[in-house]
């Protein structure tokens, strides 16, 4: 099998996203660079050869080594690309990626969340939209991509809830909380019609008409993702447990959600107090 040809086979599937085809074809042309040098194609990967490509990532390079977070990133681009030209069976399964550290997300408190928003208040169409857009990706804990993937029919104001359309076409729905929905409301009411430009299906809108994109989320906020990770942690702060966080989130894991667990050291320690005999 000519490896070149395998690449490309798999990253005109469209099974792939943009964005996912985008992020793959870097780690996988690495791939096929390597094995053209060794004189092997596809074909002879087995666990011997991908336990030497995965060393090889781990040694040192110019800039000094990859991150194991890179290298696992590196290593499930490559587990995708032999699923596909070679059929699951041949995919080696053992772990080859080094243990990554746990890292804590960085989180907002409450009052640098209603900092961040009280920044956006004003009265022109496009205020009117950011501050509806970051009120939104708080309050429901969305990430980025799916805040502007939204549709006007997603937001249902009887049912107060949101549907939103995840990683992997996964499909979840979080409740819509007063201050949302009055900020969304406010925006369509007062906002989207003049900056609407014919038909369009999008919830939020650009300036000119057609539906936002994740950079203007960021513009408005830096690391929008942290405002997810303030969804959760307040939540948990709160008194919500894993799971239903887990839910809300639409993580396919718990031990994606747990991590919040760490960062909720405080509330642990009331409970135990107030639960514990000995406390």
């Not at 939209?129 to 502007?148: D, F, I, K, P, T």
């Not at 936002?212 to 709160?238: I, K, M, V």
């Not at 919500?240 to 966080?245: E, S």
Request: glycine share 8%; aromatic share 4%.
């Amino acid at each position: 099998m000519d490896t070149r040809a395998a690449v490309e086979r798999f990253l005109s599937s469209p099974s792939l996203s943009a964005a996912t085809r985008r992020a793959y074809r870097v780690d996988v042309e690495e791939l096929a660079a390597w094995l053209e040098r060794r004189g092997a194609g596809i074909d002879d990967v087995d666990v011997r050869v991908l336990s030497e490509y995965a060393a090889d990532l781990g040694r040192a390079r110019p800039g000094g080594k990859l991150a194991p977070a890179t290298i696992a990133r590196k290593l499930a681009a490559v587990r995708a690309l032999l699923r596909h030209a070679l059929g699951p069976e041949r995919v080696p399964d053992a772990r080859l990626s080094p243990r990554r550290g746990r890292r804590l997300p960085v989180t907002p408190c409450t009052e640098e969340v209603d900092a961040t928003l009280a920044a956006l208040e004003g009265a022109t169409p496009l205020a009117l939209r950011n501050r509806a857009l970051v009120e939104l990706v708080y309050s429901c804990g969305l990430r980025a991509a799916e805040a502007v993937g939204l549709d006007l029919a997603d937001v249902d104001f009887e049912q107060e809830h949101v549907h939103v359309r995840g990683k992997g076409g996964k499909e979840r729905v979080v409740p819509l909380g007063e201050e949302a929905a009055h900020q969304v409301a406010r925006y369509l009411r007062d906002a989207r019609p003049q900056l609407a430009r014919g038909a369009n299906d999008a919830l939020f809108l650009s300036a000119r008409g057609g539906r936002l994109d994740t950079s203007t989320l960021r513009r408005l906020h830096p690391h929008p993702h942290q405002l997810r990770h303030a969804f959760a942690t307040h939540l948990l702060e709160g008194g919500a447990d894993l799971r239903t966080i887990q839910e809300l989130m639409g993580h396919s894991s718990l031990s994606t959600t747990q991590v919040y667990s760490h960062v909720d050291a405080r509330r642990l320690r009331k409970v135990y107090d107030r639960a514990h005999p000995r406390s």
